[in-house]
């Protein structure tokens, strides 16, 4: 059974970075062609996907946000951290952590953390 | 990018009743098309890829169809668990994005 759980601060400044965690169970980046996704969810909003990193490294951002985002990933600990810079109100959201498997139709993400709400206010 | 577009934004059914919910693309994704449920405070959970391929443990009363630029989810017999909101999202390119969602509510 795979899980994903995220961590972090539920409380940021603007202009801080955010910095989260996600411990997940169940997979592993041995395993060729896994990924690791982030995404969120401003309230009231739709999903956006924000960044991935696969099994082998290589890692995709969304352009929009792609020069405040960082995906690193720990093989040892089962984590991958994501950090967004400059943070803003407007990120205020609920962020999730998801499994990107192997041999599917695509990129899709199943399944996803409960999510964890971060709120952007000084 | 790809834009994901679904039609309604919402809508009122009761129990027993089917719905379909729409999503359309700005450009031919073929049927890289996944549709996800999200409860309040619960994580997305995957319904259907590839269009119309049912997740494992999905009850059969959902289908999906579709292809190119324009998709439908279809939710047969509502039960009282299919009250949430669902979003459509392609799968074909980077980046990912997801139509806005749609609330199936009372």
């Known amino acids: 059974q795979i899980t994903l759980k995220e961590s972090g601060p539920m409380l940021v400044k603007p202009t801080e970075t955010l910095t989260l965690t996600c411990t997940f169970s169940?997979?592993?980046?041995?395993?060729?062609?896994?990924?690791v996704g982030w995404l969120r969810q401003p309230p009231g909003k739709a999903l956006e996907w924000l960044a991935l990193?696969?099994?082998?490294?290589?890692?995709r951002y969304s352009p929009s946000l792609q020069n405040r985002l960082t995906v690193t990933k720990d093989p040892s600990k089962n984590q991958v951290v994501l950090t967004m810079t400059n943070m803003d109100p407007l990120d205020t959201a609920t962020y999730y952590c998801?499994?990107?498997?192997?041999?599917?139709?695509?990129?899709?993400?199943?399944?996803w953390g409960q999510g964890t709400l971060v709120t952007v206010s000084s | 990018d790809i834009q994901m577009t679904q039609s309604p934004s919402s809508l009122s059914a009761s129990v027993g009743d089917s719905v379909t919910i729409t999503c359309r693309a700005t450009?031919?994704?073929?049927?890289?098309l996944t549709w996800y449920q999200h409860k309040p405070g619960k994580a997305p959970k995957l319904l259907i890829y590839?269009?119309?391929t049912l997740q494992s443990g999905v009850p059969s009363r959902f289908s999906g169809g579709g292809s190119e630029t324009d998709f439908t989810l279809t939710i047969n017999s509502l039960q009282p668990e299919d009250f949430a909101t669902y979003y459509c999202?392609?799968?074909?390119?980077?980046?990912?994005?997801f139509g806005q969602g749609t609330k199936v509510e009372i």
């Open positions: 990193i696969y099994w082998d490294d290589d890692k």
């Open positions: 450009e031919s994704i073929t049927t890289y």
């Open positions: 999202q392609q799968t074909f390119r980077s980046p990912w994005t």
């Open positions: 169940g997979f592993s980046f041995r395993t060729s062609g896994v990924g």
């Open positions: 590839a269009a119309s």
């Open positions: 998801a499994h990107r498997p192997i041999a599917t139709y695509g990129t899709l993400f199943d399944p």
